[in-house]
Nanobody, 125 residues
Framework: QVQLVESGGGLAQAGGSLKLSCAAS????????LGWFRQAPGKEREFVAA????????GYADSVKGRFTISKDNAKNTVYLQMNSLKPGDTAVYYC??????????????????WGQGTQVTVSS
């Protein structure tokens, strides 16, 4: 497992932008696919975006496609989520997660074995 710490959440207006960061500890960061998930009050945790271990493959939920971009810097052991054109419906706690896989990525949260503590994102209308 790896230890994950998110940062960068906060309050934004609709149409605005935020960039989340997730710093990971451990020397095996490059062997993990990384994902971002979110959970709004009263709702289940849902997939937002993921990136493969080498960064060659990315995937997005339909609700954020074209607005959010996931990237990773293996040298810094950090994964990012750039969020543009934010909507009130994006309001949630955002979690970073790591999946022990060097091929592709998963969208199911049950496949991830390491999770950060979460960071709150609130988008006002």
């Amino acid at each position: 497992q790896v230890q994950l710490v998110e940062s960068g959440g906060g309050l934004a207006q609709a149409g605005g932008s935020l960039k989340l960061s997730c710093a990971a500890s451990g020397r095996t960061f490059g062997r993990y696919a990384l994902g971002w998930f979110r959970q709004a009050p009263g709702k289940e945790r849902e997939f937002v975006a993921a990136i493969s271990a080498r960064g060659s493959h990315t995937g997005y939920a339909d609700s954020v496609k074209g607005r959010f971009t996931i990237s990773k810097d293996n040298a810094k052991n950090t994964v990012y989520l750039q969020m543009n054109s934010l909507k009130p419906g994006d309001t949630a706690v955002y979690y970073c997660a790591a999946e022990p896989s060097t091929v592709g990525y998963e969208t199911r949260p049950t496949q991830y074995d390491s999770w950060g503590q979460g960071t709150q994102v609130t988008v006002s209308s």
